[in-house]
């Protein structure tokens, strides 16, 4: 009896710290907001994990923006907005992660979706934020962080370089360029410089 309490107690601990892991709803949605636009966070929608960690709605939006929390089983802190345009693209790439495929795997996938018309991709540029920062200046509880690095993706699917004359890296700190040129993914990255 001794050791099954010992074991129903030890068992009750690691439930209580893998909970603790995850912050609450509320701080998961005051830092995910952080990498839009401050006109823009009060209304966006954002996605972050329950207290079992799993995947769920938040809040629901009423603006153009989707939010993703960080997530707390990687070091560091990355949260993301981006316009709900691209919400198709990036669900299904969370549906084909969660399957185990690999980047390839997925970038395929979606790219032979795209073509076919069966995966919709952005008519119009369609802006994503992604704001980063170092685990020892991310303080989960609080959710509060310092120290952040902000960079910007325009997705422009089937774009190149010769129908935006962007260049295919960048060649001077901040300078725009074109990734994955003619596919579905063509994007345009913004990279300023770091402090």
Request: charged residues 25%; negative net charge.
């Amino acid at each position: 009896m001794k050791k099954l309490c010992l074991s129903l107690f030890a068992l009750l601990l690691f439930f209580k710290a893998e909970a603790q892991q995850i912050p609450s709803k509320a701080m998961q949605i005051k830092s995910a907001v952080l990498a839009a636009p401050e006109t823009l966070r009060e209304g966006s929608m954002v996605y972050g994990y329950d207290s079992r960690g799993n995947w769920t709605v938040l809040r629901e939006g009423s603006n153009e923006m989707v939010c993703i929390a960080d997530d707390p089983t990687v070091e560091g802190f990355s949260v993301a907005c981006y316009h709900k345009q691209l919400e198709p693209f990036m669900e299904r790439g969370r549906e084909l992660k969660e399957e185990g495929k690999s980047f390839k795997e997925i970038f395929d996938t979606r790219e032979a979706e795209a073509k076919a018309g069966t995966l919709q991709m952005p008519k119009e540029g369609a802006t994503l934020y992604s704001l980063s920062a170092a685990a020892e200046d991310y303080d989960a509880l609080k959710g509060e962080v310092k120290n952040t690095y902000l960079r910007y993706v325009v997705y422009i699917p089937w774009a190149t370089q010769e129908s935006t004359g962007l260049a295919l890296k960048p060649e001077a700190p901040g300078m725009p360029w074109i990734m994955d040129p003619g596919t579905h993914r063509a994007h345009i990255m913004i990279n300023p410089p770091k402090e």
